[in-house]
């Protein structure tokens, strides 16, 4: 069974750079079929989807955030990254990082970490 | 990408059935049979609970079931439970490697 746990700071100053990581067990995040998500959601909204990485290094974004975000991964940790530069308070929610085991659905999902973007 | 369009709540009894619908595009629900739903209680990561459009994952009761027609996807509980009282949220592909959302329901279990 998959579990993900996300993991990174809390609270960040504005302009600055949000980076998050998930850590994967249960898989090998180098399986090929799996892809590997990040999605949010603003406090007492609905869910947003970030974008994917996949284990050859692919990412694939939501065009609204492309300009300010990164994603990358780290097979012999198997964990992978997301980097999303210059937030401002609209980048505020709670982070999942989740699971695509047939890139149809995103079947498994972490916790959650609630970031918040203030000074 | 729009948003897909959901009710924001609906509600009923212990032992009805509800239906909640999930209305998108020609771009996304309406041409890629890649619809999910997901059940989300408060302060709790979503779960799945239906897959392309009506596929049940191991562990979920058979009175969750989904279905689609044109643009819009649903997602039926039939005999009601208390535990079903939740935010739900639809889920379709959209081409390009992208997924949208729906902007959530909340089900009130009365």
């Known amino acids: 069974q998959v579990q993900l746990q996300e993991s990174g700071p809390g609270l960040v100053k504005p302009s600055q750079t949000l980076s998050l990581t998930c850590t994967v067990s249960?898989?090998?995040?180098?399986?090929?079929?799996?892809?590997w998500s990040w999605i949010r959601q603003h406090p007492g909204k609905g869910l947003d989807w970030i974008g994917y990485?996949?284990?050859?290094?692919?990412?694939y974004y939501n065009s609204s955030l492309k300009s300010r975000l990164t994603m990358s991964l780290d097979t012999s940790k198997n964990q992978f990254f997301l980097n999303l530069n210059s937030v401002t308070a609209a980048d505020t929610a709670v982070y999942y990082c989740?699971?695509?085991?047939?890139?149809?659905?995103?079947?498994?999902w972490g916790q959650g970490i609630l970031v918040t973007v203030s000074s | 990408q729009s948003a897909l369009t959901q009710p924001r709540s609906v509600s009923g009894s212990p032992g009805q059935s509800v239906t909640i619908s999930c209305t998108g595009t020609?771009?996304?629900?309406?041409?890629?049979?890649?619809v999910s739903w997901y059940q989300q209680h408060p302060g709790t990561a979503p779960k799945l609970m239906i897959y392309d459009v009506t596929k049940r994952p191991s562990g979920v009761p058979d009175r969750f079931s989904g279905s689609k027609s044109g643009n819009t996807a649903s997602l039926t509980i039939s005999g009601l439970q208390v535990e079903d009282e939740a935010d739900y949220y639809c889920c379709s592909y959209a081409g390009n490697y992208n997924w949208v959302f729906g902007g959530g329901t909340k089900l009130t279990v009365l």
């Open positions: 990485i996949y284990y050859t290094g692919s990412t």
């Open positions: 989740a699971s695509e085991s047939t890139g149809t659905h995103f079947d498994s």
């Open positions: 020609s771009s996304d629900v309406g041409v890629y049979d890649y």
């Open positions: 249960g898989v090998s995040i180098s399986n090929g079929a799996y892809y």
